[in-house]
């Protein structure tokens, strides 16, 4: 694993920690390449040793970008996933994901202990490190900043920002909306059924051509939108870990839950336009699927690179909109975050007290109305007030189904939609990262170059705050049709529910008379 | 305490216990009054020593009945009435009274804990002993049949029982039913304030003259109901005990039941025209209602002897009629008395569930999505969604105050009605083993006596027969409308209370559009 690397930038290590100062030009012999979050251990030419940045040197012998060896140093799912494709186990489902160990405090105190349905923190929501130096430099910020990015955009690639007024920016409408139906989850099983799993059925719009994916080609799926579109909010997947307990209603929610996904990524002009995206929706060919897949993962456009295919307003920002971008935007979305957070928990628990708590509340109470009739019951001819103690009995009995089912129309679905939610505000602390991050960059350079470089560096600047402000347009009318159209439902069948209880009532009241 | 009784007629000791076998006539020393349940100890000529019924000896200097000695024996609430009428204090309320410490387990076993406002086995439902012995002979039963009692019975004293058909007898119709209304408890106060009791206003329907009482009075009342109508099921009062906790509340809360117990007397056809009540119900001066407290108080015509008003239909019944009566309706009235258990700890419940855990739920439910509404409002321009958010937030709030209030509605006041009821199947209890100790007791003079005053005996047992069918048939003519009317109450209750949270729902919807 001992290799010589020439570093590519200076960077000032933290006095009085593991973090090293290193000089552009600089040879480093690298002892460690597993530290973690972007770290390389290496000792310089006088014998020091410590900690820097991986994406601040280069392979003395390599050629390929920096930032495409650094995902080469840790092997990804991506990896296995040919190897899976006819190896596939049914182990996706009932085991823990040793991944998914982040649990937040706060989530718990709002809990009273019980399944989680929407663990905070899970499935795709933590995969985005929030940790200011990766998000910047592991995304790219740098290299795009700093024009070392080269690489060819097609027209057909470009992505023109609209100016709506003054400060907002938005996404060019997508031609052609189409909708994508996630269905009919089954059992598939492979090797005479010695190795099964579950398949979803997706079927887009605009070809109406059923294809079958399975979790982990979502997951695949997830990993190229996050890594390609660093500086947009990628909706999350549904968290990896599952109850064990009921493995049919599981499946369903995760269904719903992909939906919801998908949902997001058809209705954003961007995600939804994406070659990797179409590739998955429509790819029904076995070799195709690896050719695309190949494709993808060495798609160069990753990152803040992405940026290289938009198009942005001519003007040149004030360098202050670029600086206060960050702390005028971020305390809103941590607000959401953590407000999402509280809202997701309340559902979560509506929904557990629904299927159990409530539901079972009513249903001894319809028993002990009915155990009453039939007491009452003492002679061979039918008494009236015994067969109305049982009709009672039985309406409760019935409220109690209906409690039960309750939160597959109400409380699931909103539930799913604040996971969602939380994944977007999640994604936006690290869009912020990366612009703030350039911003101080460019404030650098701008002290250390000149000319048509810093020029260049801050029009790029901008590029990336106008990606900003446009993905943030995005998500404003998001919230303001999809959660409002989620809140409606909810209340609709909220009110829905209770004519329900009404109605079950009223039938046993009618058998008085 | 040592004194000499004795035997009035013969007592089988039942072997190898402390009991003692003793011969009418037989002189005994007696060794202990305190045995309790109707037990004394003595010692017989050669020196044995047991226990014996107390009711079948009697004192060798006495000339009172046994009945108003055995009754001595225990000072009764009645003798510090008169004194306690100047003296009153506010300790009713809020003070544990320890005439109440039983609690049967079976009813915390439905019970998750909490306030016990319907606690089993208290306030007056325990007043009656179950014992066998007691039953019979403490209320005279045997005195009555052996023609011991000789009370001169007035005209408007007497009550024919009329005859439905074959085997079905009733109370003859009451002329003039009316009602009580019991309004407006208050606080009220004496010696300058320095002591206070609550009052409650009882208004008559026959003369509109409204009279103040409180529970102790109440309390008096029911001793001589019970004392006189030993072969009546007499409802039970409420609890004594308090959760102290809700004063205003449980004022409330009394008042109600209060108003359940005087509704249930006025519709007995017995109850509601006997002298103590009519006196309870309209005395407004304090000198008469002492005159009419210390002539209750000499009652004769109580427990058996009570039946002495009674004119039965001529027919001599069949001696299994007697005998089965309690084999043919205890195990319909002990299953009914236990499932009154059952319903009123499920009242309990679900009145505890509502004002509390629902509610608080809800209200929190409510809270977080105000929050998430207050979290949203990102602008100086009011944000459509946010408002939004905050109707709904307002609306489970609403619906929490809801849940809060329901309980007074539908669950408190069929638990009354559970309560109630289940204090007259535990009075049933009561009734069958005073019917059933008749009839062995006649059974065993049939083998002994012969003539006149056998067909004597046979008649009175008839007469205690005839009487428990009528209070069976009373019974069960209130089941059949007051029980049902009390179901329909809470049925009609419930809709109105799901009603309320589609309307409430429907207010928070209608500001989205």
């Known amino acids: 694993m001992s290799f010589e690397v020439k570093a590519l930038y ?6 009085n920690t593991a973090e090293m100062s290193i000089v552009a030009g600089e040879i ?5 390449v597993d530290v973690g979050e972007g770290w390389w251990e290496g000792l310089n030419s006088v014998g020091k040793s410590g900690l820097f940045p991986q994406a601040y040197v280069e392979k003395i012998t390599a050629t390929a970008s920096p930032i495409v060896e650094a995902q080469n140093t840790s092997p990804t799912k991506t990896e296995e ?7 596939d186990t049914y182990s996706e489902i009932g085991q823990n994901n040793n991944e998914n160990i982040y649990m937040n405090d706060d989530f718990s105190s709002n809990y009273d202990g019980g399944e989680h349905h929407f663990p905070d923190n899970k499935g795709t929501v933590s995969k985005k490190s929030l940790n200011r130096f990766s998000s910047f430099v592991k995304n790219g910020g740098e290299d795009y900043l ?4 080269k690489v060819q955009v097609s027209d057909d690639q470009k992505i023109r920002i609209i100016q709506l007024d003054e400060m907002s920016f938005a996404w060019p409408q997508a031609n052609g909306n189409y909708t994508v139906q996630v269905t009919s989850p089954k059992k598939e099983s492979k090797l005479k059924g010695l190795k099964s799993y579950i398949a979803y059925q997706l079927t887009p719009s605009f070809n109406n051509i059923q294809v079958s994916r399975r979790y982990k080609h979502f997951d695949w799926l997830h990993e190229r939108l996050s890594e390609k579109f660093a500086l947009l909010a990628v909706p999350p997947l549904p ?3 599952i109850s064990g307990r009921y493995e049919g209603q599981f499946i369903e929610h995760r269904r719903a839950q992909l939906q919801e996904f998908v949902d997001y990524v058809c209705r954003h002009p961007i995600l939804s336009r ?4 179409q590739h998955f929706l429509t790819c029904t060919e076995e070799k195709l699927w690896k050719q695309g897949k190949r494709q993808a993962e060495k798609d160069q456009l990753i990152g803040a690179a992405f940026c290289l295919c938009i198009e942005a307003p001519e003007r040149t920002l004030l360098p202050s909109v670029s600086e206060n971008l960050e702390s005028e935007n971020l305390p809103f979305i941590n607000r959401l975050d953590n407000v999402f957070k509280v809202v997701l928990a309340t559902t979560t628990d509506a929904s557990k007290k629904y299927k159990t708590l409530y539901s079972k509340e009513s249903l001894k109470i319809g028993q002990n109305f009915f155990a009453l009739g039939t007491s009452i019951d003492n002679t061979a001819i039918p008494c009236k007030l015994a067969q109305f103690c049982k009709h009672i009995g039985t309406a409760y009995m019935d409220i109690g189904k209906l ?3 309750q939160p597959m129309y109400d409380w699931d679905p909103l539930g799913d939609k604040f996971y969602l939610y939380r994944g977007i505000t999640t994604s936006f602390q690290g869009i912020f990262t990366v612009c703030k991050g350039a911003s101080n960059k460019r404030k650098e350079c701008e002290k250390t170059m000149s000319g048509q ?11 990336l705050t106008y990606t900003a402000m446009s993905e943030l347009n995005h998500f404003k009318n998001e919230r303001e049709t999809d959660l409002r159209d989620a809140l409606k439902r909810h209340i609709e069948q909220q009110i829905a529910f209770h004519q329900n209880i009404v109605a079950t009532l009223q039938k046993a009241l009618v058998e008085l008379h």
Chains 1, 2 share one sequence.
């Open 10 to 15: 200076d960077f000032d290590g933290e006095p």
């Open 453 to 463: 470089v810093v020029n260049e560096i801050k029009s790029r600047c901008d590029t």
């Open 146 to 149: 700093l024009g070392q990015v």
């Open 239 to 241: 968290d990896k870990q």
């Open 28 to 32: 480093l012999k690298i002892t460690r």
């Open 81 to 87: 996933w040919d190897d899976d494709w006819d190896n």
């Open 403 to 405: 409690y039960e089912q």
């Open 274 to 277: 994406c070659e990797v995206w």
